[in-house]
């Protein structure tokens, strides 16, 4: 769906409704998207009905799509429909990078397997899931960026020198050459990420594919408009998908001369405490190993915005509370002047 911007709007304190149809991607691992129903929702959970049919990326069912594949059947398996359900996390649905199709309500086979689940009290997926714990560490990142940059230079070279010396002199030219570039290439890209700001547990992953959650104590609606705001801190960087309805925002980093392009990911979902928890994703188009960074610097550029204006609105409420008590201070003890004057009267 690249160019193509999809806005909803649903500013009431829940945003997700009962009856609401989404695309997700990614559902079972899959390179796929789906259409998915919900079913139910709860504070901490999301019940939704998952709909066979498969569509290719990179293009999303339209809402043509998604009405041909809800339209009930002349016969159903009630059994199969049970297997057809999935209780969900609100963080895991918000990585499903849902975007809003439209809402019908749940047909009777399609609550099936929700109404077992609340008889049964059955497992919620996702409800343990930490993104952080997905994060390779470094040493595997840097093996990686050595061989795939390493090899295919051998390879090249080996067959340059071969038709033009022989073998083995040709094995050992390339392979000294290959070692000094594959190294060169994890010098790059440790030098490239070291001066970044380090994560909560004191880390700074060295992958082109960089992502972090933050949890902030505004409310979803504020949080997702400022997720949009949060794009305009980064060069080049167009929005593709905005999604409020669903909690999706997909961005492109536009590709130069000397840059390759960027993907950004922003979802949010609602947590605890009427805060919203915020997942930011950024990766290489291309799927380079070395980025020299920008990945990383995406990232932490998007986060250090979200918190600031996290703490700007702290400071606004504290302010307004101040306020607030100043203003009643003022107006009891010119109550209670009143009232000395009236007695003394």
């Known amino acids: 769906m690249e160019g193509k911007i999809v806005i909803r709007e649903n500013n009431g304190p829940e945003h997700l409704t009962v009856g609401d149809v989404y695309s997700v991607y990614g559902l079972h691992g899959e390179d796929v998207f789906r259409v998915v129903k919900v079913v139910a929702v709860k504070p901490d959970s999301i019940h939704l009905f998952v709909y066979e049919r498969k569509f290719p990326t990179p293009r999303r069912p339209s809402t043509q799509d998604a009405t041909n594949v809800i339209k009930p059947p002349s016969h159903f398996d009630f059994a199969a429909a049970r297997d057809m359900y999935m209780p969900v996390s609100r963080k895991l649905f918000s990585l499903m990078r849902p975007v809003f199709i439209g809402n019908f309500p749940p047909a009777d086979y399609e609550l099936g397997g929700y109404r ?22 470094n040493w595997l990142i840097y093996s990686k960026i050595f061989l795939m940059s390493a090899v295919p ?21 390339a392979l000294l050459q290959a070692l000094a570039y594959g190294g060169v290439m994890v010098v790059l890209q440790w030098s ?154």
């Open 116 to 137: 077992q689940w609340c008889v049964t009290g059955g497992e919620i997926l996702g409800d343990q899931f930490k993104i952080e714990d997905e994060i390779d560490q």
């Open 153 to 173: 230079f051998f390879v090249m070279f080996c067959t340059f020198y071969y038709f033009r010396y022989g073998f083995p002199d040709c094995a050992i030219a």
């Open 192 to 345: 490239s990420i070291r001066q970044q700001k380090k994560d909560r547990k004191g880390r700074i992953s060295a992958s082109s594919i960089q992502f972090t959650e933050i949890n902030l104590p505004s409310p979803y609606t504020e949080t997702f408009e400022n997720c949009v705001r949060a794009l305009g801190t980064i060069k080049n960087c167009k929005p593709v998908i905005v999604d409020q309805r669903g909690g999706t925002i997909e961005a492109r980093v536009r590709s130069t001369l000397m840059e390759e392009g960027q993907e950004v990911l922003l979802v949010a979902s609602r947590s605890d405490n009427d805060g919203t928890c915020v997942i930011v994703w950024s990766e290489s188009l291309l799927g380079m190993t070395v980025d020299m960074g920008r990945n990383l610097a995406n990232v932490n550029t998007i986060v250090s915005f979200l918190q600031a204006s996290s703490t700007d609105r702290a400071v606004r409420l504290s302010l307004a509370e101040d306020e607030d008590v100043s203003t009643d201070a003022a107006s009891d003890a010119a109550t209670d002047g009143a009232a000395e004057t009236s007695n003394e009267t």
